[in-house]
């Protein structure tokens, strides 16, 4: 959920670019936006994975706060499920 991502998505893309879970995204706006058509492709980043070595690294606290601001944990096991449903709601 950084702003900084989605500005840069933005600039990549323009309207394109949306903030938010990739999940609800998926199954909620998705199919309103573009009806019955299928995805080519997804790229949906979020829920960065936590390797031991960055633990410590200021970047990371840094997500941890903005997950916490958002009600969100920040943890391996959040980063699977989020990416299972996305690519349950990619596969429908």
């Known amino acids: 959920f950084s702003n900084e991502g989605y ?15 990739g999940e609800v995204w998926l199954e909620n706006d998705f199919r309103t936006l573009c009806g019955a058509g299928s995805i ?10 936590t390797y031991p070595w960055t633990k410590g690294m200021q970047y990371k606290q840094q997500q941890k706060v903005d997950y916490t601001a958002q009600g969100l944990e920040l943890s ?17």
């Open 40 to 49: 080519a492709l997804a790229y949906l980043d979020n829920y960065d994975w």
């Open 7 to 21: 500005e840069n998505a933005k600039q990549a893309c323009g309207s394109c670019a949306h903030q938010g879970m």
């Open 76 to 92: 391996n096991q959040k980063s699977q499920e989020t990416h299972l449903l996305q690519a349950v709601q990619v596969e429908k």
